[in-house]
């Protein structure tokens, strides 16, 4: 089976993607395109399906560059291929050929683009990066690598949508000590719990950063899975593990 890869003409002429789970080898669980390094999958297999991606992009496996992801919101630039993986939750690059790449099975993969300015970004933003400022953090480090705020582009690839995120009134409590605007991420859910809107907190996020383009390509990682991996139906499922989906970007 072909790869599947979803792209934003947003972001063109940059080569990118956000890749579904078809085309790849694992199996089980994990059936598909699981680029998760730190999932129990079989690491060779894994090396196959992150092989398959870097061909796509068009690049050797090693330019591939993802780090050791910790819902934080540190960001790292990148020039070329990494030794050991820094622990980190974005990458920002002005070097053609380098592909940062995000992996995600409900938090948001964003990739972000100044063309004119030759600087790309990623980042994985679940709910505590994104409420730690993972978003505009990157935004900062492309303008230190020469990209201008007004020019980027960001787009947010598949994650779970507000229908399928139900989360108890701590979670809410910790955004509206953040911020009291920001109930209005939250719908009502059944017995005291909320539902919330992690793409729209996110597109939120994006625009108030001041950044020319921000968008959602509103794909819900939950609800399809013959698409996507998702952690939060694989739990509810009973299954022991997931896998992960990646998002890429190249100059």
């Known amino acids: 089976m072909t790869l599947e890869i979803l792209t934003s003409d947003s972001l063109a002429p940059l080569r990118h993607g956000f890749f579904t789970r078809r085309g790849g080898a694992s199996s089980g669980v994990f059936s598909g395109l699981n680029c998760g ?8 297999v894994v090396r196959i399906n992150r092989t398959r991606v870097a061909e796509a992009m068009g690049v050797l496996p090693e330019n591939l560059i993802t780090v050791h992801q910790v819902h934080s919101a540190d960001v790292v630039p990148i020039s070329g291929p990494l030794g050991a993986k ?14 940062l790449g995000v992996l995600t099975a409900d938090c948001q993969p964003v990739l972000f683009a100044d063309a004119d300015a030759g600087v790309i ?12 400022g993972v978003l505009e953090a990157t935004v900062d480090g492309m303008e230190q690598l020469g990209a201008t705020r007004s020019s980027i582009t960001a787009v947010i690839g598949p994650s779970i949508s507000q229908a399928a995120y139900e989360v108890g009134p701590e979670f809410l409590e910790d955004f509206l000590a953040e911020d009291p605007e920001n109930s209005w991420f939250f719908a009502n859910g059944k017995d005291g719990r909320y539902h919330f809107d992690l793409p729209g907190y996110g597109l939120h996020r994006l625009r108030s950063a001041g950044i020319g383009l921000a968008e959602w ?35």
Request: one cysteine or more; glycine letters at 10%; hydrophobic letters at 35%.
């Open 121 to 132: 970004g990623a980042a994985h933003a679940g709910w505590r990066g994104a409420l730690d």
């Open 37 to 44: 390094p730190g999932s129990s999958d079989q690491s060779d």
């Open 217 to 251: 390509t509103r794909h819900c990682t939950y609800v399809d899975p013959a698409r996507f991996y998702s952690y939060r139906r694989s739990t509810h499922a009973g299954e022991a593990d997931y896998g992960r989906l990646i998002s890429a970007i190249r100059l």
């Open 86 to 99: 820094p622990r980190a939750d974005a990458m920002v690059s002005a070097t053609p050929g380098v592909v």
